[in-house]
């Protein structure tokens, strides 16, 4: 099976992005053995990668950016990226990725306080979906949503609803903050226009758009014959802006319990 990877970077002279991962073909783990991109256009790079027969069924990988001039390594935000190979009919995997900056504020909202506390979904009720036949898998990291809520996708092709609202497509929070959903698109030969919004799942209609533009994806990464893309996005665009909440600020000597020795200690909180 072939990989290819791409992911929009926009680098300075100097400048080289690798793929850094679990298997041989991305380093082990090793710096050394990373798999380097191409520098493809401004703000594009790709790596075309042939895994071996006995590749894992899981890979895990990140990106990092190497500046030659002083041999500085930077890596992108977050966890590993993970990419689970259970497509095995298909000949080719297109990857479409964004690179994860690390001075975001929604960066937060990753956070166990808000995805297993304020956000937390009941995962025994996670809404699992299974498609037979498609050939793209839309991914969207979004943690910012209530229990009642999902998020959807519409777009310009048959596959996506031809932007009925009617017909917006729940997708999978089985593995949130990731949400996905597969799709079978028909429309190869022009560039796929969508966007993501909000169901409410009790009323079962979209309630909600995200702002700004339509997204796109790139009519290069479109599918062929007996291939996947897989396109990850990173953050819903919220009309409303920043989160904001509101709590109290209690200093641990304000916590004096019977058990402390009246000026409030740690094992107090409890």
Not at 110 to 120: H, I
Not at 128 to 137: A, F, L, M, S, V
Not at 180 to 188: A, H, N, P, S, T
Request: hydrophobic share 35%; net charge negative.
């Amino acid at each position: 099976m072939r990989i290819i990877f791409n992911i929009e970077y926009y680098t300075e002279f100097g400048q080289n992005i690798y793929i850094l991962g679990n298997i041989p073909e991305l380093g082990s783990w090793d710096l050394s053995g990373a798999a380097p991109m191409d520098f493809i256009r401004e703000g594009q790079w790709r790596a075309d990668i042939l895994l071996n027969e006995n590749a894992g069924q899981e890979i895990e990988y990140r990106y990092f950016l190497k500046d030659d001039r002083n041999q500085m390594v930077f890596n992108e935000w977050g966890e590993n990226r993970d990419l689970k190979l259970k497509e095995e009919g298909f000949f080719s995997v297109h990857i479409r990725d964004h690179w994860r900056v690390s001075v975001r504020e929604e960066n937060a909202y990753f956070m166990a306080a808000f995805t297993g506390n304020l956000w937390g979904r009941n995962v025994k009720k996670s809404r699992k979906i299974q498609r037979e036949h498609y050939n793209h898998r839309f991914q969207l990291y979004a943690p910012r949503i209530d229990a009642d809520h999902h998020f959807c996708i519409i777009g310009n092709d048959e596959g996506l609803g031809q932007w009925n609202q009617e017909r917006a497509i729940v997708m999978d929070d089985s593995e949130y903050p990731l949400w996905k959903i597969d799709l079978f698109l028909e429309g190869v030969e022009k560039p796929i226009q969508y966007k993501y919004g909000i169901f409410d799942i009790k009323e079962k209609r979209l309630v909600g758009w995200e702002e700004g533009e339509n997204r796109l994806l790139d009519h290069d990464l479109t599918v062929i014959d007996n291939s996947l893309v897989i396109n990850t996005d990173l953050y819903y665009r919220h009309p409303q802006g920043k989160w904001r909440g509101a709590g109290v600020a209690i200093p641990v000597f304000s916590l004096r319990t019977s058990r402390s020795f009246g000026v409030g200690e740690f094992p107090d909180l409890k």
